[in-house]
């Protein structure tokens, strides 16, 4: 039988849940039956839907589009409070560093006020869709929407005609961005904030077709043992000792971040949150209505 076609994003937050795939003398066994290919998380999504994937680590907002996947349960890249990575960023109106003044609701209020342009970052359709969800139901309403690339500069340059008065950011260049320098929240803290729900970003999901002739339930396992690996303590400190350099971040907060900051269980409180995300979503037309969550 052919091996299945693993399309993942290279991001620190999927780290924990490839190490079996990147050491394969942790599960060679069974490894061995998966090729890997890389990318942003918006064109995981894309791989399943054209077939050239069988499985991805798909944002939460794909499930809504791309027809007759299944999920696989447990596993998720997910948060119960701040999450550091998906994060609503300005330059302050007076130029001059702020730091924590997400945390002031009359300095973040008056912020939201000059906030008439966002530039979407589209390598991300759950984060955008979770920005005009906030927008939308509990920060003043929808705002002027611009997809761009993910260059913090380039989306606010305001010498350009492009620029907008903030961006959504995901991932590790949300990581990388000095928060001291610039007027930021994070939107998971504010979803987690207005719902009391937590908030899933991804999670592994697999073509109907791909599963036929195959055992799922060892596909389950092979994914949720391989994050169960990348979660233990030794493999979490490798983790970061690789990627402190790689991203320029020190080691402690790349430790706080994975083991704080992202939660990777697909569990009922996430499951909640994660039902309540598409009924708002396709409430203000940001996605299509989700179909019945399935699951292997």
Known sequence: MSRLKISAISYLNTAPLMWDFEHEEANADHVSDYDISYTIPSACAEALRAGTADIGIIPAAAYASVPDLVIIPDVAIAARRAVRSILLVSKTPNKTPIEHSSQDPLSKEKWLKRVR?????????????????????????????????????????????????????????????????????????????????????????????????????????????????????????????????????????????????????????????????????AEIGALPPAPELRFL
């Open 117 to 281: 342009t966002v530039a979407l970052d589209t390598s991300s359709m759950t984060s955008v869709a979770l920005a005009k969800i906030l927008f939308a139901k509990w920060l003043g309403g929808a705002r002027d929407y611009k997809p761009m690339a993910p260059n913090l500069d380039a989306m606010l340059d305001q010498t350009t005609p492009d620029a907008c008065d903030a961006a959504v950011l995901i991932g590790d260049p949300a990581l990388q961005i000095d928060r001291t320098r610039y007027f930021s929240l994070d939107l998971a803290e504010e979803w987690v904030e207005r719902t009391g729900k937590s908030f899933v970003f991804a999670f592994w999901a697999i073509r109907q077709q791909a599963l036929e002739g195959r055992d799922a339930r060892a596909i389950a396992q092979v994914f949720k043992q391989s994050r169960d690996h990348g979660l233990s303590a030794k493999n979490l400190e490798a983790i970061a000792q690789e990627w402190a350099p790689r991203l320029g971040i020190n080691i402690e907060a790349i430790r706080v971040y994975l083991t704080q900051n992202i939660h990777y269980y697909l569990d009922p409180p996430c499951l909640d949150g994660l039902q309540l995300y598409y009924r708002l979503a």
